[in-house]
């Protein structure tokens, strides 16, 4: 039809008749003049003469019968409701599935960084207002981010709105045990992500989190949907699990909420839970530091923990070297191919993580052992090695390295090791907050204050680097 645009310019280009490379999530001239990008990449409508036949849903709403699709379009294609274009649904809907889909860089898509579950969401909008508000703020915050643009009023507005509606939800015994309530707040951790959390580390969803699992008395998943979702949840509320004392669950209920059938039997599943472990043992350690107990149990508790970490992150790191030199990297990358060495590159730098966790709990319950100190000092630097490969991800592809630093951070003692870590931390930490609007040191020292259940590592330098003699 005569008018209708048909191409994959983005708006701003067109308007001003400029060539756009059409990359998303926003094209280069839009990130050079640091405008808002919409539309890049995406094909335009077309008006065509489709058949259709009504059909009414359970609320006994009016739909579209779906097209047909091409198996290329049903391999990558995300399923949302077939609704009448034009109202506020609609295009909430595009725009989020716009903000997940696959092909999008994986330095911002978001389906990569936080989860595949963000793909089931657009089918369950308009069930859940707690779900739709959530969607809104976060699509809004994510779209800014991608431009490089401060945070904008609006986007902080429909964060707030969205809590004010999750409290409202959560207020509801019934629809605070919901999957889609469940759902609302991962997604307002993930907008923190893109807005700040007024520099803190501390996010408190996940706390929010924990509250409502406990509620519905079953901390397991309940359905597929779920299962995916715990694939992401599972990590945000275990690592800061490590920092928040408030986070007070049981080792049952931690172990329900990590053990998931799309992993368990594999490297990264199994570190995840031991991992597990973790906050229920630094609690632990704690009372008794404070008690003056013999914390001779505790250590012989946390080794083997830690020795199946570090045999579980050579798995990990293996699994990515075997990769890198294999047949697959070396032909024309796939997508897949793609998938896979961001797969596999992303779990050893949380294998990383998590190793360091029970190297740090190890060393405060036996500050004797030489070995663990200098094991230390290797993660640490495997650490930062990991942080600079990974600038190919940057920013939100790579927004885990933050985690990972910030324990490599809390276990290292020698004064130019832990610098090193700091300028690092404060580089990738820049990548969503204003340098200027954080101290990192003081957020450091609060979050490893518990991470080191209390006390504080101390190690003469002559141990690291013992004399000839």
């Known amino acids: ?37 919409v539309g890049s990449g995406q094909q335009r409508f077309k008006f065509k003469q489709q058949q259709f036949s009504p059909k009414s849903n359970q609320s006994g709403q009016m739909t579209l019968a779906p097209r047909s699709r091409s198996p290329e379009e049903e391999k990558y294609s995300v399923e949302i409701p077939w609704t009448y274009p034009g109202n506020s649904m609609t295009s909430l809907m595009n725009k989020f599935v716009g903000a997940i889909k696959r092909s999008t860089d994986f330095r911002y898509n978001m389906w990569w960084s936080f989860g595949m579950f963000l793909e089931d969401v657009p089918r369950r909008l308009g069930s859940n207002e707690a779900l739709d508000r959530a969607v809104d703020a976060v699509t809004t915050a994510h779209a800014g981010f991608c431009t490089r643009q401060p945070v904008s009023t609006e986007a902080l507005a429909k964060y707030s709105y969205a809590l004010k509606t999750l409290r409202v939800y959560l207020d509801d015994p019934l629809q605070a045990t919901a999957s889609s309530t469940l759902c609302a707040v991962m997604i307002l951790l993930v907008c923190l992500t893109f807005i700040g959390n007024n520099g803190q580390m501390l996010s408190g969803h996940a706390q929010g989190a924990a509250s409502i699992l406990r509620a519905r008395k079953n901390f397991g998943p309940r359905d597929d949907f779920e299962r995916k979702l715990f694939l992401s949840l599972r990590g945000s509320m275990l690592f800061e699990g490590l920092y928040n004392d408030t986070i007070d669950l049981t080792l049952e209920e931690w172990d329900a909420l990590a053990t998931n059938d799309f992993d368990q039997d594999e490297p990264e599943g199994q570190i995840l839970q031991c991992l597990v472990r973790a906050p229920v043992l630094i609690r632990r350690s704690k009372q008794a530091i404070r008690d003056g107990e013999d914390l001779t149990p505790l250590t012989l508790e946390a080794r083997p923990i830690y020795e199946k970490c570090k045999l579980l992150l050579a798995m990990l790191k293996a699994r990515t070297v075997d990769f890198e030199t294999s047949e697959l990297s070396t032909m024309p990358e796939t997508f897949m191919a793609r998938i896979l060495r961001a797969h596999y590159f992303r779990t050893h730098g949380i294998g990383l993580a998590i190793t360091i966790s029970f190297n740090c709990i190890l060393r405060v319950l036996d500050p004797s052992d030489y070995a663990c100190m200098i094991e230390s000092r290797s993660l640490v630097e495997d650490t930062l090695i990991h942080a600079q490969k990974a600038n190919v ?77």
């Open 1 to 37: 039809m005569p008018g209708v645009p048909t191409g994959r310019a983005c708006d701003a280009c067109r308007k001003q008749k400029k060539k756009c490379d059409e990359k998303q999530p926003a094209c280069g001239r839009c990130l050079r003049l640091k405008v808002s990008c």
């Open 393 to 469: 991800y940057r920013p939100v592809g790579a927004g885990y390295v933050i985690m990972c630093l910030a324990a490599a951070w809390a276990v290292a003692t020698d004064p130019q090791l832990r610098s090193r870590v700091e300028v690092a931390l404060v580089d990738y930490y820049g990548d969503f907050v204003s340098k200027n609007s954080v101290n990192i040191r003081r957020e450091l020292e609060r979050a490893s204050e518990n991470y080191t259940c209390g006390s504080r590592l101390h190690i003469d330098a002559s141990d690291i680097n013992p004399s000839p003699e």
